[in-house]
């Protein structure tokens, strides 16, 4: 019987951790201790699963830990870590190396390591796999096997959950590559789909995140030019979605740890094997633009309606890269903020999903328990939280601007 290792139990882990628990022995592996202790005590912050579910895991015989000797008897280790960019928008791995690495220090004969991280064609066996034949000191396809079987949750998403998602597999040899895809058959229910190779399963990662990121940056750009036209974006969206094959999409922010973090995966890759993709790269300035966008327009829009910018107070609701969800990876609002800041405007932000430590740490910013609407010039609803579609704001002395188009009377909106 396999005996599985799930190294790293965040928005991915977690989740697969518990799909596996039903049907097999499983141990959930996290460095964090903070991360540990809360699951242990049947609390998910992310949200990903209800207590109920934790505890589900946890009766099922789950064991989590951060631990190394508690994953030594494992034979198949699955690595959902985080594949961040840096500063300058180039891939960082180490996370996905430390953790082959801590997988090689226990690796053994005829283990199977599968990885479901975003990354570009070639990480699994021209980064990874050096790492653990290193460590371990077995060789590849000998002594030890990989998979890659990419992540698709959807933070947030109550319905796709984990098993309800095709799966796409993949191995380092055919026989492996049957394994892989079998385990995932076990919990899957919604089937899955058996790559003929890991680059081309990496590769179809990838371009999902990549493909949505280019569409997005299309509807934003036409976002931009209908404003100048003075036509209003979303009723030409519902208006083209009558046609069958419309791609309905909305303008907005372009946040989160997937769909603006991957495509920078792609096209670092074939900068190295010496192609320029432009129209990836294109998307991606469109959409890193939109947040400076929002802030001039909203600024213009105080100026129009006479309103002293210097010192004003300035209200965001929402923080979160989208809506009725904890995550703040890499959300966008934050470009809103430090743009009005440096107009002289003085900004708070409340959020009723984010966890106020987590954005303290990560943002240097103090989120609002409560406020009152009309101490404000102007407010920005910057995420679409359910809570938010109630409100009514009178904006005869204040602006108005509404990025989700969630309200009925706004002064701006994309």
Not at 137 to 159: A, H, T, V, W
Request: proline fraction near 3%; glycine fraction near 6%.
């Amino acid at each position: 019987m396999s005996k599985i290792c799930i190294i790293g139990l965040g928005y991915v882990g977690l989740p697969l951790a518990h799909a596996f628990s039903e049907k097999y022995e499983v141990v959930g592996f996290d460095i964090s201790k903070s991360r540990v202790d809360e699951l242990t005590n049947g609390y998910d912050r992310t949200e990903e699963l209800t207590d109920n579910q934790v505890k589900e895991a946890l009766d099922n015989g789950i064991k989590i830990s951060l631990d190394i000797n508690d994953i030594k008897d494992c034979n198949i280790y699955i690595v959902t870590v985080p594949t961040p960019i840096d500063k300058n928008n180039k891939p960082d791995l180490t996370p996905l190396v430390k953790s082959s690495q801590t997988v090689g220090k226990v690796l053994k004969t005829n283990d199977i390591v599968i990885y479901e991280s975003t990354v570009y064609p070639g990480v699994t066996e021209e980064v990874c796999v050096p790492e653990l034949e290193l460590i371990s000191g077995l060789k590849f396809n000998k002594d030890f096997y990989c998979g890659y079987s990419p992540e698709r949750i959807n933070p947030g998403d109550k319905e796709h959950t984990v098993t309800k998602i095709l799966k796409v597999t993949s191995g380092s040899t055919p026989e492996i590559a049957i394994k892989v895809d079998e385990l995932y058959k076990s919990i899957i229910t919604a089937g899955t789909h058996k790559c003929s190779s890991i680059k081309v399963a990496e590769a179809s990662k990838v371009i999902e995140n990549t493909q949505r990121d280019v569409n997005i940056a299309l509807i934003n750009e036409l976002a931009l030019i209908f404003h100048t036209m003075g036509i209003n974006t979303n009723e030409v969206v519902e208006a083209a979605a009558t046609k069958w094959n419309f791609i309905k999409l909305m303008p907005g922010l372009v946040g989160g740890h997937c769909i603006g973090v991957d495509p920078y995966y792609l096209t670092y890759k074939a900068e190295e094997l010496g192609y320029k993709p432009n129209l990836i790269l294109g998307a991606r300035q469109i959409n890193n633009g939109m947040g400076k966008y929002v802030a001039e327009r909203t600024i213009k829009l105080m100026i129009k309606k006479g309103i002293n910018i210097k010192d004003s107070k300035v209200l965001i609701l929402g923080l979160t890269f989208k809506e009725n969800c904890p995550d703040v990876r890499n959300t966008k609002v934050i470009d809103i903020i430090n743009e009005m800041k440096e107009y002289g405007c003085k900004v708070d932000v409340s959020d009723y999903w984010a966890e106020k430590k987590e954005v303290k740490d990560e943002y240097n910013l103090d989120l609002l328990d409560n406020y009152n609407i009309d101490e404000y010039k102007a407010i920005i609803v910057a995420v679409g939280h359910e809570q938010y579609k109630k409100l009514k704001i009178l904006n005869d002395d204040k602006v108005v601007f509404d990025i989700k188009s969630i309200l009925k009377n706004s002064d701006g909106r994309l």
